[in-house]
């Protein structure tokens, strides 16, 4: 039973990075068609630095990304600790107008943006890019924030104030530096949120400014290049790479132990 | 201080997500959207175009099966998988299984859709694999097909039922089955008898975080469907990117999400009465 189980696993694993290891050698192979054996060749990269377009998307994806993620941070930080830790009459209705952020379908929500954006003269474009994807970071972040703090022994903030610290003082001294390494999980978990997204910059672009996902959005759908293999490379690396950085501030793993 | 901390929060949701539904909800009663000097009139013509246009009642029921083959193959596939993660490892392998499950959900979904394309297509890396077994074999010519749409929206959406089934399986007391084993329960029984009830309520809420985006998928039904993918979600990209129909598009949307709702409500009643039953 045992062995079964765990080659099952490893057959669902595989499954989901089947097309992922692909697609990454691919980009890293010479010819554009599947002629093996693969011969290794950075040229697809090699391409892409040369091509402004993606280049310039990029820049954007990460401009977006890191305003998205200062904001949503702070913004999300505060209401996250008053929504933990203080009891307060219409905290469960609070609490339950994060869900539609996250539970609603995002070419709704997306193309709700676009009409109201449009509609209400703030227009298309980064702006309004920035202002959806802050509004689809603020829940996780007040999610992150508030599990962070749950873990945290509220008797230590205590304790400091018995021993005479001010309310204020403990928190800065006591609370938020423990609190830290949830705070940084969550401004990663932001950062990966705007910088993955795709239907909400996709309504929102103009012809001229785009991410990066809608734009290789727009060379699939002109055609195929290998360049596209290289790019989404480059892309995965990153989430990838952030999401191992937030499982590890925020002790992701551990949920697999918990019984 | 309560107030001051939590208001940039809903503001900012206020400003970007409720008052735009809002927004599109009234855009869905106008006969057209109120640019330039068009006068508002109001009219409920969008909402009945189910009844004037016959095809987009097969477009809905398109997409609402591939809401069912996605959650269903989903839940066939991925309660074993969470079954096997939650029982057959532990310790460090445990933690990197998991990992591993749920890595690729974090990585953006459309550099994964993208990068089926280039296992299904004529020559792709599925017809080498059969060339290789069966060197006469035609190309499967899967790519731009109902079956790719299925494969890759499985693919993107998988990990969220492994992990919902996990979390429900994990808090199964071990001794429950041990108890069941020791009197004489055969493996099947305690899986119809214990695990599926118990594992129930991470099937209900895995299921519906599948159905409720597959239902608005428009990018993979785009990319693997080709021609074949018309769904509500790729309707409603056309109403604001081609056609320039927004409240067309408004009242789909809002259609899409009444459908999504009734249908959980429906679902989530009868799994209830069920759980109360048995």
Not at chain 1, 31 to 37: D, G, R
Request: glycine share 8%; net charge positive.
């Amino acid at each position: 039973m045992i062995p079964l189980g765990r080659i099952y696993l490893l057959v669902v694993v595989a499954f989901l990075y089947l097309p992922i290891a692909v697609m990454v050698a691919m980009a890293f192979n010479a010819s554009e068609l599947y002629t093996l054996p693969l011969e290794v060749s950075f040229h697809w990269f090699e391409e892409l630095a040369g091509n402004e377009r993606l280049l310039a998307a990029g820049r954007n994806s990460v401009m977006v990304a890191l305003v998205t993620s200062i904001l949503a941070t702070s913004i999300g930080t505060c209401a996250g600790l008053v929504l933990s830790r203080r009891k307060f009459r219409g905290r469960s209705l609070l609490q339950a107008l994060l869900l539609p952020p996250i539970a609603v379908p995002w070419i709704i929500t997306g193309t709700a943006m676009l009409v109201f954006f449009f509609w209400s003269g703030i227009g298309r474009g980064l702006h309004s890019m920035i202002i959806g994807h802050v509004a689809l970071a603020i829940p996780y972040v007040i999610l992150v924030v508030g599990t962070g703090l749950q873990t945290l022994n509220e008797e230590l903030e205590q304790a400091a104030m018995s021993l005479g610290s001010k309310p204020a003082h403990a928190f800065l001294t006591v609370t938020l530096p423990l609190l830290a390494p949830s705070i940084v999980a969550a401004a990663l978990f932001a950062f990966a949120v705007s910088f993955d997204q795709f239907v909400v910059s996709y309504f929102l672009a103009t012809p001229g400014v785009t991410t990066l996902p809608v734009e290789i959005y727009a060379s699939i759908r002109k055609g195929f290049t290998p360049e596209i293999n290289a790019i989404s490379t480059i892309l995965l690396g990153v989430s990838m790479i952030l999401i191992l950085l937030f499982a590890r501030l925020s002790h992701m793993g551990d949920v697999s132990d918990r019984r | 201080m309560i107030v001051g901390m939590l208001l940039p929060a809903y503001a900012w949701l206020m400003l970007a997500v409720f008052l735009p539904l809002l927004t599109m909800l009234g855009f869905s009663f106008l006969k057209v959207a109120p640019f330039g000097n068009h006068p508002m009139v109001f009219t409920l013509e969008h909402y009945l175009a189910f009844v004037r246009r016959p095809y987009l009642v097969d477009v809905a029921w398109a997409s609402l099966s591939l809401g069912f083959w996605t959650t269903g193959l989903c839940a066939a596939i991925g309660l074993p998988a969470a079954l096997a993660l939650a029982r057959a490892t532990r310790g460090r392998v445990k933690q990197v299984l998991f990992l591993l499950i749920i890595l690729p959900f974090w990585t953006n979904g459309l550099v994964r859709v993208f990068s089926w394309t280039m296992v299904l297509r004529d020559g792709g890396i599925l017809d080498l694999v059969i060339h290789f077994f069966t060197p006469h074999a035609p190309p499967q010519g899967l790519l731009y097909s109902y079956p790719a749409i299925i494969i890759g929206l499985v693919h993107a959406y998988l990990p969220y039922m492994i992990l919902t089934c996990y979390l429900a399986l994990a808090s199964i007391d071990g001794a429950l089955l041990e108890a069941a084993e020791s009197l004489g329960a055969r493996s099947l029984v305690i899986f119809w008898k214990i695990i599926l009830p118990l594992s129930l309520p991470g099937l209900v809420s895995g299921s519906i975080l599948i159905f409720v985006p597959v239902i608005g998928s428009f990018m993979e039904p785009r990319i693997l469907g080709g021609r074949v993918g018309v769904t509500m979600g790729t309707m409603i990209e056309d109403q604001f990117t081609q056609a320039f129909n927004w409240p067309l598009g408004a009242a789909l949307s809002f259609t899409m999400l009444a459908v999504v709702l009734v249908i959980f409500g429906v679902f989530s009643g009868a799994l209830r009465n069920r759980l109360a039953t048995s």
